[in-house]
């Protein structure tokens, strides 16, 4: 059960310290979870676990590719871990190690990748994952969710604890917009419907799903109505809710903070054109590499912006009514 | 002759039916490793082939993967499973692929064949069994070339620095990699040293002798307190066939019948005490 409780506020709580404090519960929950991270404990607010658990929150120091093949051998053992580091040290750096060690091994490992897409913000092009979402949706069994706020994100890493295989994590580590009223739970694999609409569904994911709220708001007055589906899990994808959607507003635009090749609307375009074609627009990042800035400022340069879903949501609704 | 060098002799004459069965395969390094593989098998593991996940077994990682053959031969022998499976190696359906595979054969404990990567699987076995304060051991094989590999070090500092005083690694220093020796291709030097100089307890000793190895496992035991073991096993690649000792690039090759039926007969003579 959730609850929508948007109003475009921010939360007060920083996703860092959440995750902290889920990382926390999950060890004190079950003996069996330990927490590995690769010299970002102080970028995720875990030091003070590692203090405290020393034996169950272990830093691995700078060593992404040796920290994927620990955690995979700790799986082996018995334990459950959570791997942490910066989304593209967390993908394309030990890609390798988590495709093999981890996936093809059949280990039980949960990689979260934190800054994704724009929100590297200030650190720039080098720290900036638009491709961790293509890369991950490529591993056999693997899940991909890209986190929408703090509430999900501790229900997510909670209900996550005993899946099998390769589940890879994104979620930013700032204050995200309030989507989900504290005590929200989550079924992994199964979108959720965050605003009713007749004549068009945004289908989102991670920070653009407020984004799509804030869309459908504006686009209400010039008297559109827009359904949200927050796809948080972008694989295995809610099949059964992106043809339902279809069926019901007949119009599609996807919207997401990383690489449309490969993304989200790779996903959606792939299952509607097997089981119910429909027109579709992509709002994301169009196959370019990242760059510094402010996240707000890139936001603009990668048109992850509601004035860009409206045009996309004008286009794809034209579209229907010419068919 | 004692009974580590016929059971090694045992091994390398059913890793050569696999490969004469299949008339390829990654024949020289599997045969380099074998006399190690006889030692850990026939004295130093812990384990029970009947109840291959055993919870209190020692683990073995072939971080060289492509040995497989040489570990499926001692398996077989040792009751793990039939020994006609040897005969399906890389065949269709087979739960004996040419790179070692935890979810196909019973007794491998961890999956590998992209080198460098069992080195951290084997330290992150190592570092759980430690926190659960387990009794058991893990034993981790690597190649000299697969030693070009980064991640060979970053567990090499891992290890070191979470102090994994039940791990011990042997690096098969057979000075073949595919395309040459390893000094024409990437020198590893004096790589006892390096280990040495990361906190390693390093041993050099003959690796072509299963009682040198096990004595020199014993050893380390002993005296590796809490530093992760190094043993450099100085062996020659397709040890035990002359025939594949002699091809100059023997990594990956072909076998005849007869050189198989061959290096089989003179393995009988071992064996049956001749």
Sequence with gaps: ?323 | MTSLKIFAAQIRKAELQEFKELGFGHIGGSLSITDTIAALYGEIMHYDPKDPSWDKRDRLVCSKGHAGPAIYATLALKGFFPMDWLMTLNKPGTRLPSHCDRNLTPGIDMTTGSLGQGASTAAGLALALKYDKSESRVYLIMGDGECNEGQVWEMALFAAHKKLGNLIAFIDYNHKQLDGTTDEIMNMGDIGAKFASFDWYVQTIDGSDPDLVAAAVHKAQKEQGDRPAMIVLNTIKGAGVPAVEAIEFNHHITISPEVADEAIAALDKVIGGV
């Design chain 1, 1 to 323: 059960m959730y609850k929508v409780i948007y109003n475009g506020d921010k939360e007060k709580i920083a996703m860092k310290d959440a995750f902290a404090a889920a990382i926390e519960k999950l060890i004190e929950m079950d003996p069996q979870v330990v927490y590995l991270d690769a010299d970002l404990m102080n970028s995720m607010s875990t030091t003070k676990v590692r203090k405290k658990y020393p034996e169950r929150a272990i830093d691995c120091g700078i060593q992404e590719a040796n920290m994927m093949g620990v955690a995979a051998g700790m799986s082996a053992a018995g334990k459950k871990p959570y791997a942490h580091t910066f989304g593209p040290f967390a993908s394309r750096r030990c890609f390798d190690q988590a495709f093999l060690s981890i996936g093809y091994a059949k280990n039980n490992v949960r990689i979260i990748g934190s800054d994704p897409g724009v929100t590297a913000a200030y650190n720039g092009g080098t720290h900036m994952p638009f491709e961790d979402v293509a890369l991950y949706r490529v591993v056999p069994g693997a899940a991909v969710i890209d986190i929408v706020d703090s509430v999900q994100l501790e229900d997510v890493l909670i209900k996550t604890k005993d899946r099998q295989g390769l589940t890879y994590i994104r979620t930013p580590r700032k204050n995200s917009v309030a989507v989900y009223e504290a005590g929200s739970e989550f079924e992994v694999g199964k979108a959720n419907e965050v605003k009713d609409g007749t004549d068009v569904t945004i289908i989102a994911a991670g920070i653009m799903v407020a984004v799509a709220l804030e869309a459908a708001a504006e686009l209400a007055k010039e008297g559109i109505s827009a359904q949200v589906l927050d796809m948080f899990t972008i694989k295995p994808l809610d099949e059964a809710a992106v043809i339902a959607a279809a069926k019901k507003t007949g119009a599609i635009v996807t919207a997401e903070n990383c690489n449309i090749i490969g993304g989200l609307g790779s996903a959606v375009a792939e299952c509607l054109a097997k089981n119910h074609p429909a027109p579709m627009r992509f709002v994301g990042v169009n196959d370019r590499f990242g760059q510094v800035g402010e996240e707000g400022y890139l936001r603009k340069v990668y048109e992850l912006t509601p004035e860009k879903i409206i045009e996309m949501v004008r286009e794809v609704v034209k579209l229907k009514l010419q068919k």
